[in-house]
């Protein structure tokens, strides 16, 4: 009788692997499908009025809410391959779907009224700020050690927060998800650029779950957090499926439902692992994007000059001449090499 071993089922790193494959299987498997269906329920883009006139004429009707996709990419395999009763996993697709609740109903109401505009900014920030508040306090409260934030480049040293932690990590979690948001402008920018920012992530907290590897980095060993490997790993491969389809010229696009709630997670990711702070770094287009956003708004509430011909900064580069493939190449190139360069401080101590 064939005696079958499954005991490979408890290593990490085999159901990663297989977490990535499955991901990635299914978001091409079905999303020829999935997107007859969006343009069969005739669910396409509305483009905004003032953007670059190329996105009016090539853009339009292209299906949207492709985020649907990618959230069920990745629901799939985190059922199938990871240990569902884990706290940080619970908490990771709670905050992946409830963000992606807020996306929808952005998404819907843009198409409902065919309007650029969607949910109102306070309102949705301020749903946004409830889930991560809530996200954010019962993390702290189920782990106060949360509240130590690494300083990157320093050895054994922590900024200890305490419950200032609640606002510190609420921030992160509402800033990540929106600086995503404002990124998803051009044909595979943003999903291109979630994927080397969440693959970074994986590493890190794929280290902080084994108990050789954190003290050997000398990093904080944070236990049970192997299952957020396993997220991640879904993340990432559901995203290259996505972008299969999304990358220039895009067939679908993602939409609120699939920026604002992959940021969102995003962020949770970064918390968790305790690498808040090389969110900066390894998310650094994302930074830009939103703090161009900011820049342009306030400098025209300030002084009625605007700094860019456009924001975000994408559409400014756009509007000079840069080709849309191009300023999408690019930017995935400079959030590699920073990436990269985030995870080198796993050994990198100056001080």
Known sequence: MLNFNINFLKYIT???SYAIILSLILS???????????KKMKIGQVVREDGPKSHIS?????????GILILFSVAIPVLLLARLYNFYLYMGMFTLFGFGLIGFLDDFLKLKRLSSKGLRGKYKFAVQSVIAVFVSTVLYVHDESLGSVIIPFVKDYYLNLGPYFILFASFIIVGASNAVNLTDGLDGLAIGIFAISIGGYLVFAYAASNYKFAGYLSIPYIKNIGEVVILCAALFGASIGFLWFNSFPASVFMGDVGSISLGAVLGYVA???????LLVIIGFTFVIEALSVIFQVGSYKLRKKR??????IHHHFEIEGVPESKIVIRLWIISLILTIFALSTLKLRIF
């Open 14 to 16: 085999f159901r990663a």
């Open 58 to 66: 090539e853009k339009k009707d292209v299906p949207t809410m492709g």
């Open 28 to 38: 091409i498997a079905f999303g020829k499908t999935f997107i007859k269906m969006l």
């Open 271 to 277: 918390i968790v692992s305790k690498q808040e702070i």
């Open 307 to 312: 700094i860019f011909k456009m924001a975000p």
